[in-house]
């Protein structure tokens, strides 16, 4: 499939960090978890899409995040970690060549994501726990040109 097909056939929206996004799982459970502010749901999921020319930008939320690869071209997971120093992921099928299948983001970290030199695009499923809420989600500023 193209990512056209899949934007169309998951009925994916625009996800402000970059690419597209679909909502597939938010659980019922409730919690009350410290640092946050309210309840949150458990867990929850989303596809995840980019395609040639955008990329996910730095941002940051309050949970771990676990990356999986589904389709198309390998992604580039980029972090800072706790020490300013960047780290790289390749979130693909090619194991063979160093990419994984899936990929934990540490809460609180800055990170972002774009597609391999030549990519068209990726397809990925992001799980979030204590599940995802807008109120914990933080781009990063830009710096001033």
């Given at each position: 499939m193209?990512?056209?097909?899949?934007?169309?056939?998951?009925?994916?929206?625009?996800?402000?960090?970059?690419?597209?996004?679909k909502?597939?799982?938010?659980?019922?459970?409730?919690?009350?978890?410290?640092?946050?502010?309210?309840?949150?749901?458990?867990?929850?999921?989303?596809?995840?899409?980019?395609?040639?020319?955008?990329?996910?930008?730095?941002?940051?939320?309050?949970?771990?995040?676990?990356?999986?690869?589904?389709?198309?071209?390998?992604?580039?997971?980029?972090?800072?970690?706790?020490?300013?120093?960047?780290?790289?992921?390749?979130?693909?099928?090619?194991?063979?060549?160093?990419?994984?299948?899936?990929?934990?983001?540490k809460?609180?970290?800055?990170?972002?994501?774009?597609?391999?030199?030549?990519?068209?695009?990726?397809?990925?499923?992001?799980?979030?726990?204590?599940?995802?809420?807008?109120?914990?989600?933080?781009?990063?500023?830009?710096?001033?040109?």
């Open positions: 193209t990512a056209a097909q899949y934007i169309q056939h998951l009925e994916m929206h625009p996800h402000p960090e970059g690419g597209y996004y909502e597939t799982y938010r659980s019922d459970l409730q919690v009350m978890i410290d640092g946050f502010d309210g309840e949150r749901s458990i867990c929850t999921s989303i596809y995840f899409l980019l395609q040639e020319g955008q990329k996910s930008a730095m941002h940051r939320i309050k949970s771990d995040e676990i990356w999986y690869h589904h389709d198309g071209n390998a992604l580039e997971i980029v972090e800072i970690d706790e020490t300013g120093k960047e780290i790289v992921t390749l979130l693909g099928k090619q194991l063979d060549q160093g990419q994984v299948l899936q990929h934990v983001v809460a609180h970290r800055w990170f972002g994501a774009r597609l391999v030199e030549g990519g068209k695009f990726c397809l990925v499923g992001c799980q979030v726990s204590p599940g995802f809420d807008f109120r914990d989600f933080e781009l990063r500023q830009q710096e001033p040109a």
